[in-house]
């Protein structure tokens, strides 16, 4: 096939067969938000470009590097979505939720763009699943969201993952803790890579997340942040792991955990599934007391999370964590040439009935039917004869028995 009609790099094609583990981490996180008070929204796929440069960061990579900003017919700046929270935290002040009891739930998911190197389980365009709750600066906020995280992780059989858990204080709080850091950084900069000298001024805090050689010697022996929090940020922390402890929760506490983008404050968080190799980082996320002001808004907190749809169907694929083989169902229709038009007629009336069912379109013979039935897991097949004779048969257990087609849809009904 000709280059140009490939799929463009970084993105991918989603086949039939890939669907059901996709469609069960949709379906389990479903489930659990709801069950939890979460209510489902959608925002749109691109947004005013400025809202990710104030919301996210203009220091990180996201914005710097990887957005896919386009300019429209009218001269304005938009961007497809890199992230969801700025989105929720936009449509949040936009229709007056902060009118509402708060705090506010929501969760969200869908597609979302970010221009990176792709790699196993990482794409230019990626699927999420998001949690937001807007109006509280709890602790039991915090841990409510960790443990539905997790929760959602356990239930759909995800081997091997680890949660790391830090804080990064309030930004007054460690205003103090960054001027030291820029310190630390300056007195090494020449082994520093050149993105993080670049950013000393407006977030040193990045160079915990680099890659280079280098930088990552250094950042070895920096201070800390979670040695100088202050009493108020310590206790929240301290309240946030007390309540994982109790709810049975394990967790390596992370000093050097900042998370990619810049409106996080006080408590950060990231699950790594240990079978992803280099790319294992499957959700993540942390309170953003200050990002609704930030976007024009009265001081709200808020804490959010997200789960990487595309890792986390990777991390299903090898193990025996895809859950329970789906269990057989519907009916397919097997009819000679004679027949053909009373099957479709009989798949219709089933359908309408509700029931799953399906017919040859391909000419097979009553063999080859047969054979078609048990490959797309039917649970019956209907073998028509005579105009008001069929066979039903079992295709578990072989078993068979007359039936009428005219009241099929009734006899399948019956207990």
Not at 45 to 59: C, K, P, Y
Not at 133 to 142: H, K, N, T, V
Request: charge should be negative; aromatic fraction near 6%; glycine fraction near 10%.
């Amino acid at each position: 096939m000709s280059e140009r009609f490939k799929v463009p790099r970084g993105t991918f094609d989603v086949l039939p067969e890939q669907q059901p583990v996709r469609e069960r981490i949709q379906a389990v996180s479903r489930r659990r938000l709801e069950a939890a008070g979460y209510g489902h929204i959608d925002t749109p796929i691109f947004e005013d470009t400025d809202l990710f440069a104030r919301g996210v960061g203009e220091s990180t990579d996201i914005v710097q590097k990887q957005m896919f900003t386009f300019e429209d017919q009218g001269g304005r700046s938009l961007t497809l979505r890199p992230e969801a929270t700025a989105s929720v935290c936009r449509a949040y002040l936009e229709h007056g939720m902060q009118k509402l009891a708060q705090p506010v739930k929501l969760w969200m998911d869908g597609s979302f763009f970010r221009h990176e190197r792709p790699q196993a389980g990482r794409y230019r365009q990626f699927t999420q699943v998001d949690a937001e709750a807007i109006g509280s600066d709890s602790p039991l906020i915090d841990a409510e969201m960790i443990l539905l995280a997790s929760d959602i992780l356990i239930e759909l059989g995800v081997e091997g993952v680890r949660l790391r858990l830090g804080s990064l204080g309030t930004p007054a709080a460690r205003a103090a803790y960054l001027d030291e850091l820029r310190d630390y950084l300056r007195s090494h900069e020449g082994r520093l890579s050149d993105d993080v000298r670049s950013r000393l001024d407006v977030n040193p805090l990045r160079a915990f997340d680099a890659d280079h050689p280098g930088t990552r010697e250094v950042m070895a022996d920096a201070p800390t942040l979670l040695d100088r929090l202050d009493p108020e940020d310590a206790e929240h922390f301290a309240d946030v792991r007390a309540l994982l402890d109790r709810n049975g929760v394990a967790y390596d506490l992370d000093p050097t955990l900042v998370r990619g983008l810049d409106y996080y404050t006080r408590t950060v968080f990231e699950f790594d599934c240990e079978s992803l190799g280099a790319q294992s980082g499957i959700g993540g996320g942390g309170r953003y007391d200050g990002l609704i002001e930030q976007l024009g808004g009265p001081p709200t907190p808020g804490c959010g999370w997200a789960l990487g749809v595309d890792r986390i169907a990777l991390a299903l694929a090898d193990g025996a964590a895809r859950g329970p083989e789906e269990p057989r169902q519907g009916v397919f229709v097997v009819a000679g040439d004679d027949r053909r038009d009373a099957a479709l007629a009989l798949v219709t009336e089933l359908r309408r009935a509700g029931i799953p069912a399906d017919l040859d379109l391909a000419g097979r013979g009553t063999k080859g039917q047969m054979k078609q039935a048990d490959r797309i897991g039917a649970h019956y097949a209907l073998i028509l004869s005579e105009e008001a004779k069929a066979t039903l048969r079992d295709m578990d257990s072989g078993e068979e028995r007359q039936v009428d087609p005219a009241t099929l849809v009734e006899t399948l009904s019956s207990p």
